[in-house]
């Protein structure tokens, strides 16, 4: 099992910048990507972006692209998200996950791919 936990999250003005962090801990030899999504109430769970662990590939969604920078440490099993430029629409609780199947970093976009997730960090971007 693997234990992924988030932190970071807060309340922030439109423009501004926030970083988000996401612990693994356990089986943490099992993960092959990590990434991160965010959902508001009544819609879907959103992909924001995600990172493959040994080759630190990376994609992102499209409406975050230029603004948000996912990196990893694999000495500390931990995943930050860089978010610069934050607008409203950036509001949401953000989810941590970590995936163990070996597939290219694109299908790492979608959320059925991970295995395991963390509890959410509320991120709040006022105008």
């Known amino acids: 099992q693997v234990q992924v936990a988030e932190s970071g999250g807060g309340l922030v003005q439109a423009g501004n910048s926030l970083r988000l962090s996401c612990a693994a801990s356990g089986r943490t030899s099992v993960i092959y990507a990590m990434g991160w999504f965010r959902q508001i109430p009544g819609k879907e769970r959103e992909f924001v972006s995600a990172?493959?662990?040994?080759?630190?590939?990376?994609i992102y969604a499209d409406n975050v692209k230029g603004r948000f920078i996912i990196s990893r440490d694999n000495a500390d099993n931990t995943v930050h998200l860089q978010m610069n430029n934050l607008n409203p629409d950036d509001t949401g609780l953000y989810y941590c996950?970590?995936?163990?199947?070996?597939?290219?970093?694109?299908?790492?976009?979608?959320?059925?791919?991970?295995?395991?997730w963390g509890q959410g960090t509320q991120v709040t971007v006022s105008a």
């Open positions: 990172i493959s662990w040994i080759g630190g590939n990376t």
């Open positions: 996950a970590a995936g163990r199947s070996q597939l290219s970093i694109e299908q790492y976009s979608k959320a059925h791919w991970f295995n395991f």
